[in-house]
């Protein structure tokens, strides 16, 4: 079974509509992230967390809201889909070896908003 | 934006030959990271190269840093078709504790 769990993997909705993303890992990693990926501008992070307490805005958080349910669950909602959210959506789990941080990524969540 | 930049945005070659492809970053870092990404897929952790190190090797893959040039590079040695994916560094800038990705390159080895 994958580490790093992502769901749904492809949904379709309409501008409006309130979206949810779920991510589960089971890597038992305390840090967590959300990061979405456009063509040609490679990944932005949107938000993260460092444990269940613990929630940061990234670089474009504007939009998006999230929810560390657990140690191994968190979410992403887009509260009211724009089409300009279209996108390919990963989760991401890290671990911290000697200061340095290696991250663990989901199959991806692939968004439409129409 | 800390953003890196990678150069070239693709690269095309023929199986066997080598790749490489750099990565520039404009503030001081603590470690910097290469993934690689099959198309439409996640990111896999290929190496990383602390500020304090000038060069790694793991298998195919030899990864550069030149700190006073904030700049990095990946070569992967005798390519095969299955290396084919887009590569990205993800800069770890001191203190951020958070992984900052470049814009990738698209590598395309042929048969």
Known sequence: D????????NR???????????CSQTKGHDRMYW???????????????FDVKDINKGEISDGYS??????????LSLESAIPNQTALYF????????GA????????TRLTVL | SQQGEEDPQALS??????ATMNCSYKTSINNLQWYRQNSGRGLVHLILIRSNEREKHSGRLRVTLDTSKKSSSL????????????????????????LVFGTGTRLLVSP
């Open chain 1, 91 to 98: 989760c991401a789990t890290a671990y911290t070896s000697g």
């Open chain 1, 12 to 22: 379709i909705t309409k501008t409006g509509k309130r979206i949810m993303l779920e």
């Open chain 1, 35 to 49: 990061y979405r990926q456009d063509p040609g501008l490679g990944l932005r992070l949107i938000y993260y967390s």
């Open chain 2, 13 to 18: 070659i023929q199986e066997g030959e080598n």
């Open chain 2, 75 to 98: 070569l992967i040695t005798a390519s095969r078709a299955a290396d084919t994916a887009s590569y990205f560094c993800a800069t770890d800038h001191t203190g951020f504790q958070k």
């Open chain 1, 101 to 108: 941080d290696t991250q663990y990524f989901g199959p991806g």
């Open chain 1, 66 to 75: 999230v929810s560390r349910q657990a140690q191994a669950k968190f979410s």
């Open chain 1, 2 to 9: 994958a580490d790093v769990t992502q769901t749904p993997r």
